[in-house]
């Protein structure tokens, strides 16, 4: 194999590390933002019950 062409392989190969890691960092934030999403309509729901 050509050594120039090893060289692109495990550039690409980390572009794609990157971009999964980034990928899951994002997927973690929309978790955890439902997550306080559903907290916050939770508490709403409670609070509505306990006025009426």
Partial sequence: MNPFLRNIDSVGGKEKIVKLKKKRFFA???????????????????????EK
């Fill in 28 to 50: 973690k934030d929309l978790k955890n933002v439902g997550l306080e999403r559903k907290e916050v309509l939770r508490e709403m729901k409670d609070y509505d019950k306990g």
